[in-house]
């Protein structure tokens, strides 16, 4: 009779292990789409930026200051850009260790990574948006 | 998860419950303990079952990023380094 408890112990302990490893690859996909989502967000806001600096420098009749502040604006865009492409990429070791190994792995570090870049990404949105209804 | 594991899973799930049924049918003082551990574990087994269920629908949903996956996130990133090619 202990044996067949025994087995009932077990097999609830395998179960709650397995469920906790199969947990695992969830995760990271989630991880990964939201990874994605903002990385997607950042270069649509920059192509649009650098198609709307293409469409204004095209016209024949811009004015030097609108050339002077698209200048300007796309120093600052840029850097923003260069900056989140920083975050991004530690995120992603992040992410890749948490795949490779989740007990060892900085979830935290990772999930204030991920917070953060989903605020910078609507941040360049905003940026981008600003200066082209600024710049008219 | 493979069908095959999450079949095996069931019968874990099924043997255990089985198992839970006979102890508390028990009548000897000394496996009360495990008679409650029994009562416990017929408890949890649909809620295991259906935790179970739900990953391996999360799985079929989104499975784990594959490596050109990774590798294609990899090359968005490394554009940010130079916007004007964006």
Redesign the interface.
Known sequence: ??S??H???L??V???A??LL??C??L???L??T??LA??T??GA??LF?QYEATLLAQTNHTSQQSAEVAQNKTV??NM??S??VS??TV?LLR?AY?TNSATSNLTALQAGLAALSANSSNIVFTVQYFMQQTK | ?TPD?LAA?KL??N??AD??G??IG?IDPA?IP?VL??KG?AA?APD?LN??EN??A??KA????SQS??DA??V??????R??T?
């Open positions: 009779m202990k067949k408890v087995r009932a112990i097999g609830v395998i179960l709650n397995l469920l199969t947990a690859p969830s990271n996909r989630n990964f789409n990874e994605t990385v997607d950042v270069t920059t192509h650098n865009v840029y850009v260069r989140f492409g991004v990429k992603d890749l795949a | 998860m594991q899973l874990e799930v043997g255990a198992l839970a006979s102890l028990a496996l495990f551990l029994g574990a949890l295991l935790d179970a990953i391996v999360n799985l989104g499975a784990d990023p996956d990774n996130l990899a968005k990133i490394a554009a940010f380094e916007p004007e964006i």
